[in-house]
């Protein structure tokens, strides 16, 4: 058990940095005053935890990270409250995921229960950068990056586990709005027996390509298809997928092609406890394709920490567009992203016990 002994020490920022003005925020584009970083080796396993000055790494130029992306990461927010309360929504469940990603990737594992207290720390820490505004939130980064200097392709011996924090803006700036999607059936994300179920860089570095090319043709996305036959859907961008045909809300299963992405999860849930039927199956493009014309298909949106929910207005395959909805957002994409945002918020009823207080 010595080797999950985490004690952080606090050095504090001599000098802390301008707030950026809240209503330009974006996604990503500002860093908080601190970071929280730990290093394992073989020997001593998880140590030298400390809240430090935001900063720069000094690595070796061969760091294994930099020559076999050894690395994985978690994305999750802190939300403003009632009474200046700060709270986190289902944090134990990214830990989790870390944890299942760094068993794939040959990572050591973290102490989840000590990480998240230190995560807390760092955030409270943090608390005055929380933006207030609806929709608005801090946007909070695990990562772990191989950092022992070797070019041999192997696990590595060392490794850097750090916490940084954004101030990230509502992702529907000018409101809550479909999005066009373009449905990709030349690249793909991830294959069966691959790391499309693992929040690893690589997955995202090759993912430009396909979605710089959509975004070229006037789409906000990519709607990934399956590697092998190109039929059957995925994941649309960095979000989970739902589709509400016959009034059954389908999305397809967590197969090991996908993210199991808590969102989804939350949906599923919520979907449940309002009588919904649910169903997660294989769906094809062509299925799709079908009930938007026969009017079976009344809703489609993404699932994701990012945006919540991101309704989709119309998707763009081969030479043919497909509408949904009359390009509208549909009831229960609106439902699910206010009473998301609720309690998320501290605003509604938790009987999931999804919400943990910072503050
Ligand atoms: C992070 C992510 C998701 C969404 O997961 P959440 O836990 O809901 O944020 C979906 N797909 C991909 C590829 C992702 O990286």
């Not at 529907?172 to 999607?181: D, Q, V």
């Amino acid at each position: 058990m010595l080797k999950n002994e985490l004690d952080v020490t606090l050095h504090r920022a001599e000098n802390l940095k301008e707030k950026p003005d809240q209503r330009q925020l974006g996604f990503g584009n500002y860093f908080t005053d601190h970071m929280l970083t730990m290093r394992w080796n073989k020997e001593q396993g998880w140590h030298d935890a400390k809240i430090e000055p935001y900063g720069n790494f000094s690595l070796d130029p061969a760091a294994m990270v930099l020559h076999y992306s050894q690395e994985i990461f978690e994305g999750l927010k802190a939300y403003c409250g009632a009474d200046d309360s700060v709270l986190l929504f289902r944090p134990m469940d990214n830990l989790n995921r870390f944890n299942d990603s760094a068993e794939r990737m040959c990572m050591p594992r973290i102490p989840t229960d000590k990480v998240l207290q230190a995560m807390k720390g760092l955030i409270y820490l943090e608390r005055d950068w929380i933006p207030q505004s609806q929709g608005a939130a801090l946007y909070i980064r695990p990562a772990m990056i191989a950092t022992e200097a070797a070019l041999g392709v192997r696990p590595a011996d060392e490794y850097i586990f750090f916490i940084i924090c954004s101030p990230v803006g509502a992702y529907y700036a000018e409101g809550f709005s479909p999005t066009r999607i373009y449905v990709e059936d030349e690249y793909v994300r991830a294959v069966q027996g691959g790391v499309g179920n693992v929040k690893t860089g690589g997955n995202y570095a090759a993912s430009i390509k396909a979605h710089t090319t959509s975004q070229q043709k006037g789409y906000t996305q990519v709607l990934w298809l399956d590697a092998v036959e190109r039929k059957y859907i995925e994941e649309v961008g960095t979000s989970n997928i739902f589709f509400m045909i016959n009034d059954e809300l389908v999305t397809p299963p967590l197969g090991g092609t996908i993210l199991p992405g808590i969102t989804r999860d939350t949906v599923l849930q919520l979907a449940a406890d309002w009588g919904i039927a649910t169903c997660e199956r294989r769906i094809t493009i062509d299925e799709v394709i079908a009930a938007a014309e026969d009017g079976s298909l009344t809703e489609a949106f993404g699932s994701g920490t990012a945006a919540v929910i991101s309704p989709i207005g119309e998707f763009g395959y081969k030479e043919n567009t497909i509408t949904v909805n009359k390009g509208k957002t549909g009831p229960l994409a609106q439902r699910l992203f206010d009473d998301i945002q609720c309690l998320q918020r501290g605003a509604a009823a938790d009987p999931h016990d999804w919400i943990v207080r910072v503050k």
